[in-house]
């Protein structure tokens, strides 16, 4: 139940910071496209390095299992990017 239980909570709690820092308002991220406001890319980058921080500690004191990764499926990456950058075109549209 904790695989479920506990990535499902800091889920909800990084949605829920991603709110009250008004991240998802339209015209914040229009501007990251503008390139004039660069709040969110900064607020997704700390988030990053944080995840990444925490996880290398859990790795360390053996709670937490790091396997090899497996290659990139790179058809799958750029079709997966051509859909969504689609979508978030026709979306500002």
């Excluded at 290659?71 to 997966?80: A, D, F, M």
């Amino acid at each position: 139940m904790n695989n479920i239980l506990l990535p499902l909570i800091f889920g909800f709690g990084f949605g829920w910071a991603l709110d009250k820092a008004g991240l998802g308002q339209y015209g914040k991220i229009a501007n990251v496209f503008r390139f004039k406001d660069f709040t969110v890319i900064k607020f997704m980058m700390t988030a990053l390095c944080v995840a990444m921080v925490g996880v290398y500690g859990l790795h360390e004191l053996g709670v937490l299992e790091m396997t090899k990764i497996k290659e990139t499926y790179l058809v799958g990456n750029l079709v997966g990017g051509l859909i969504f950058g689609v979508g978030m075109a026709l979306a500002g549209f």
